[in-house]
């Protein structure tokens, strides 16, 4: 699926949508560093990210350590520039593996990420690990449409998904505007004590 994109209020044409194409992280050709994951209180996790320039140095070394890191967290299904300390709108997704997982795209990272469509909205258990002690049950949109782009690149992509992916994607996107699941959920008798972290 493609479509034309303005730029933030200048009107300019700045690409046409795709799907993920070859992108992989190994497409960043720099070494993910892990780093360490902060924890609510944390004023980085409620402060709503800034723009980044995907093709950036430092945006691309951001995207390859919320790659490195993602990968030797278990369980860990998506990480938020935010969760690393970084107030900046990127996260990492990769879902493979998990069994609530039908849609899946593999390992990606998305910078400037939006919801264009969202639709189907059903309630889910969420955890995080910025949240390591609580889980909450969350409405979330089921079937997403998400555009963004490419670190490296700057390609612009447009993802379409459904299911935890979508779930995961969501979750993500509003690390990046300042909000944690917790603030989603319906309230106090939605919040539960975490029984196992992965």
């Not at 993910?32 to 709503?48: D, F, I, Q, T």
């Not at 409405?139 to 995961?168: H, I, M, N, Q």
Request: net charge negative; hydrophobic share 40%; charged share 20%.
């Amino acid at each position: 699926m493609t479509g034309e994109r303005s730029g933030p209020d200048t009107g300019r044409n700045v690409g046409t949508y795709v799907g993920l194409g070859d992108w992989t992280p190994e497409s960043l050709a720099v070494p993910g560093e892990v780093r360490a994951v902060v924890s609510a209180p944390h004023p980085v996790l409620s402060r709503a990210g800034g723009e980044v320039d995907p093709t950036a140095g430092d945006t691309v070394r951001l995207a390859a350590d919320l790659v490195a890191t993602m990968r030797v967290s278990p369980g860990c299904v998506g990480l938020a520039a935010p969760q690393i300390g970084v107030p900046a709108r990127v996260f990492a997704v990769d879902v493979t593996g998990h069994p609530k997982a039908v849609t899946v795209h593999g390992t990606f990272v998305l910078c400037n990420a939006r919801v264009v469509e969202a639709t189907r909205w059903k309630p889910g258990r969420e955890g995080c690990m910025s949240v390591p002690d609580l889980t909450g049950d969350v409405k979330r949109a089921s079937r997403l449409v998400v555009e963004g782009d490419l670190p490296g690149s700057g390609e612009p992509v447009r993802l379409v998904t459904d299911g935890f992916e979508a779930r995961a994607l969501q979750h993500e996107i509003d690390h990046c505007a300042g909000l944690l699941f917790l603030d989603r959920v319906a309230g106090a008798h939605a919040v539960y004590q975490r029984k196992v972290y992965l």
